[in-house]
Nanobody
Framework: QVQLVESGGGLVQPGGSLRLSCAASVTLFSIDAIGWYRQGPGKQRDMVASTRRWGSNQYADDVKGRFTISRDNAKNTVYLQMNSLKPEDTGVYYC????????WGQGTQVTVSS
C-alpha cells in the first residue's frame, strides 16, 4: 500500500516562496505519475501540477511560470517549489497518485497573506 506524506507548508507573504515535499513509502519508480492538488477555502480540490515517471511535467494555467514540480528518486520524494505566491494560492495542498488514487493524506496548509 503506497503512502504519501505532505509537508513544508506555512505562512508566507505575497511574493514569497515555499517548497512542499511529498514523501512516498515506496520507490518513485513504482508510481507512474504523482500530482499536487490544492483545496482553497470553500473550493474543490484541483490539481496544480503533475509529474510522470519518465518526465513530462504539467501545470495548471494559474501556476505556470511560478510553480515547479520535481522528483528526487533517491529520496522517494516529489517537491513543489512555489514562487511568487499570491493570496489565491492559499489552501491545503495534497499529493496523490494519478490514475489509481490512494486515500487522501492530511495535506499541508499554505497561507499567503500580508
Amino acid at each position: 500500500q503506497v503512502q504519501l506524506v505532505e509537508s513544508g507548508g506555512g505562512l508566507v507573504q505575497p511574493g514569497g516562496s515555499l517548497r512542499l515535499s511529498c514523501a512516498a513509502s515506496v520507490t518513485l519508480f513504482s508510481i507512474d505519475a504523482i500530482g499536487w492538488y490544492r483545496q482553497g477555502p470553500g473550493k474543490q480540490r484541483d490539481m496544480v501540477a503533475s509529474t510522470r515517471r519518465w518526465g513530462s511535467n504539467q501545470y495548471a494555467d494559474d501556476v505556470k511560470g511560478r510553480f515547479t514540480i520535481s522528483r528526487d528518486n533517491a529520496k522517494n520524494t516529489v517537491y513543489l517549489q512555489m514562487n511568487s505566491l499570491k493570496p489565491e494560492d492559499t489552501g491545503v495542498y495534497y499529493c496523490n497518485v494519478l490514475g489509481s488514487p490512494i486515500d487522501w493524506g492530511q495535506g499541508t496548509q499554505v497561507t499567503v497573506s500580508s
